[in-house]
Structure formats: structure tokens, C-alpha cells
């Protein structure tokens, strides 16, 4: 009888322990799809900022010398316009459905809207309120936290941006360096 609920006690816990596994997987699984999502929709937002509009940045107080510390920034990648970007970022994850990973049982979110009103194929999305609004909150929140740090890489950095900053930088995709970089 003893062992029989000692049995039962230990499935129980068993059972416990993979579920808040598999819920701690799920909540980092929406945070770096909020992230990649993030960083997909800067650059897209960056991309569309003509590249020949420049902006002076830096004082312009004269120095002893007569001169002024004034230099000139493309306004796409200037910080008041990187601000003003992640301001609406996350409206955009409502464009976005969750992907299962059959093989890891991993997911992942893809753009489920075109940017250009052509037609998808979303035969391998699920459509849901719940991920996209869970998305959009995780998205809120790594840009509330992260603000000084997204700024800073979209700023300086071109190359590889989500993985620098999603995985290396926040941690937020440990396991999504072994991803496609497009899987977005």
C-alpha cells in the first residue's frame, strides 16, 4: 500500500515536473519569436527610410576653438528614428501566426500577413488571438527592457542582427542559433 502511493506520488510529481517543462520551453519559445519578430520588423521598417536622408547630430555648442561637434548620421539608423519605430513595432505581431515543429515540437512564428498585399500560403500557420496578443506582449516587453540595447545595435550593426541580439546579447534564443535565418 505504501509503495503503491509512494508510486502514485512520484508519477504525479513526474508529470508535474515535464509540464512546467514544457511550459518554460513554450514562454521561451514566444519570447525569441517576439524577438526575431522584432528584429525583422526594424529592419524592414529601417529599409524603408530613404538611405540618402542624413541628420546632424551631436551639440551644437561652439567650442573654444570655433568649431562645432556636428556630424551627420543616415536618418534611418539616427536614434530618434530608431525610437520613433519601436514605438509601433509590436502593433505589427498581430501579422504573425505560430509554426509547429513536428520533429522538436518547438515553435516558431512566421509573418502571416505580406507586407505587399500578395496572397501566403499559411497552410503551415495556426491563425490564434492568444499567441499573436501573447506575442505582441513579449514583444512590449523585450522592447521596454532591451530599449538601450535594440537602439544601440540598430544603430551600429547591419550583419546578423538577430542572432547578435536575440541570442548572444539578451539570451533569449539560446537554442536558436541551430535555426534557418529566414525562418521568419
Same mark, same amino acid.
Given at each position: 500500500?505504501?509503495?503503491?502511493?509512494?508510486?502514485?506520488?512520484?508519477?504525479?510529481?513526474?508529470?508535474?515536473?515535464?509540464?512546467?517543462?514544457q511550459?518554460?520551453? %513554450?514562454? %521561451?519559445?514566444?519570447?525569441?519569436?517576439?524577438?526575431?519578430?522584432l528584429?525583422?520588423?526594424?529592419?524592414?521598417?529601417?529599409?524603408? *527610410?530613404?538611405?540618402?536622408?542624413? #541628420?546632424?547630430?551631436?551639440?551644437?555648442?561652439?567650442?573654444?576653438?570655433?568649431? %562645432?561637434?556636428?556630424?551627420?548620421?543616415?536618418?534611418?539608423?539616427?536614434?530618434?528614428?530608431?525610437?520613433?519605430?519601436?514605438?509601433?513595432?509590436?502593433e505589427r505581431?498581430?501579422?504573425?501566426?505560430?509554426?509547429?515543429?513536428?520533429s522538436?515540437?518547438?515553435?516558431?512564428?512566421?509573418? #502571416?500577413?505580406?507586407?505587399?498585399?500578395?496572397?501566403?500560403?499559411?497552410?503551415?500557420?495556426?491563425?490564434?488571438?492568444?499567441v499573436?496578443?501573447?506575442?505582441?506582449?513579449?514583444?512590449?516587453? #523585450?522592447?521596454?527592457?532591451?530599449?538601450?540595447?535594440?537602439?544601440?545595435?540598430?544603430?551600429?550593426?547591419?550583419?546578423n *542582427?538577430?542572432?547578435?541580439?536575440?541570442?548572444?546579447?539578451?539570451?533569449?534564443?539560446?537554442?536558436?542559433?541551430?535555426?534557418?535565418?529566414d525562418?521568419?
Amino acid at each position: 500500500m505504501r509503495e503503491a502511493a509512494l508510486l502514485l506520488a512520484s508519477s504525479v510529481f513526474l508529470c508535474l515536473l515535464l509540464g512546467l517543462s514544457q511550459a518554460a520551453r %513554450q514562454g %521561451q519559445d514566444i519570447r525569441c519569436g517576439a524577438c526575431r519578430a522584432l528584429v525583422d520588423e526594424m529592419e524592414w521598417a529601417i529599409s524603408q *527610410v530613404d538611405p540618402k536622408k542624413m #541628420i546632424q547630430t551631436g551639440s551644437f555648442r561652439i567650442n573654444p576653438d570655433g568649431s %562645432q561637434s556636428i556630424r551627420e548620421v543616415p536618418l534611418a539608423r539616427s536614434e530618434g528614428n530608431l525610437l520613433e519605430l519601436m514605438e509601433n513595432v509590436c502593433e505589427r505581431m498581430e501579422d504573425y501566426g505560430e509554426h509547429s515543429d513536428s520533429s522538436t515540437n518547438r515553435k516558431s512564428y512566421i509573418r #502571416i500577413k505580406s507586407r505587399s498585399g500578395e496572397p501566403m500560403d499559411l497552410s503551415e500557420a495556426t491563425l490564434d488571438s492568444r499567441v499573436t496578443s501573447s506575442l505582441k506582449f513579449a514583444c512590449e516587453t #523585450i522592447a521596454e527592457q532591451n530599449e538601450d540595447e535594440i537602439i544601440e545595435f540598430f544603430a551600429h550593426e547591419t550583419e546578423n *542582427v538577430k542572432d547578435k541580439l536575440c541570442s548572444k546579447r539578451t539570451d533569449l534564443c539560446d537554442h536558436a542559433l541551430k535555426m534557418a535565418h529566414d525562418e521568419l
